[in-house]
């Protein structure tokens, strides 16, 4: 099975950066996807890790270290609009089509 | 269509009453995935297809849950005899390779069961 912890909330002011964690444990892994879900709407891909290292997106960067089970998604620069829920989940490794998420992270951008 | 399209938005079910809940993917898309989503919650895997073919429906919490997508694109997810604890947003995504990278999320059906 999988289990994968995150943070329930965080709070940043606009124009900071701000570090979301993903841990995981899992019985098998092939990758590790981030995404934006704002109240009320579907989930949205922000990134997708397979590798170890950190692959940048714009405002957004995401980070994989395989041996400690551990992610994180930096946002720089933040907007109003980044306040959403952010959900980490890992793709099973025997299983391609399975994903498990995580409860997510609800981030509040304040001015 | 421009992205996954999912119908009804809302349903509301007296419990015990059956319900179908239907997903369109995206057009040519091969992996169809459904989600039990609980307010506060991440989404929770209940199936998986690719095509036709159901290939893991693990995730499905009892034999009251049933999914079908009987020509490889459009797929049902049928709840018999409602409970109160099926209320939730059932979302559906698709990728276009098996397992995929990205995966396209349909708006979802809220589904509130009295």
């Known amino acids: 099975g999988q289990n994968i912890d995150q943070p329930t909330e965080m709070t940043a002011t606009e124009g900071a950066i701000v570090q979301i964690n993903c841990t995981y444990q899992t019985s098998g892994f092939n990758g590790l996807f981030w995404y934006q879900q704002h109240a009320g709407e579907a989930p949205t891909f922000l990134s997708y890790?397979?590798?170890?290292g950190l692959e940048e997106k714009g405002r957004f960067s995401s980070f994989l270290s395989r041996s400690k089970g551990y992610s994180y998604l930096l946002l720089k620069e933040l907007q109003m609009k980044d306040s959403a829920s952010y959900l980490c989940a890992v793709r099973d490794g025997a299983n391609a089509g399975k994903s498990t998420f995580g409860d997510g992270t609800t981030l509040t951008v304040k001015p | 269509g421009a992205g996954v399209s999912q119908s009804p938005r809302y349903k509301v079910a007296k419990r015990g009453q059956d319900v179908a809940l239907r997903c369109d993917p995206i057009?040519?898309?091969?992996?169809l995935f459904w989600y039990q989503q609980a307010l506060g919650q991440g989404p929770e895997f209940l199936t998986y297809f690719q095509n036709e073919a159901q290939l893991d429906k693990s995730g499905l919490p009892s034999d009251r849950f049933f999914a079908e997508r009987p020509e490889g694109s459009v797929s049902t997810l049928k709840i018999q005899r409602t409970q109160q604890e099926d209320s939730a947003v059932y979302l559906c995504a698709s990728t276009g390779v098996e397992g995929g990278d990205e995966q396209y999320f349909g708006p979802g059906t809220r589904l509130t069961v009295t």
């Open positions: 057009s040519g898309h091969v992996s």
């Open positions: 890790n397979v590798l170890d």
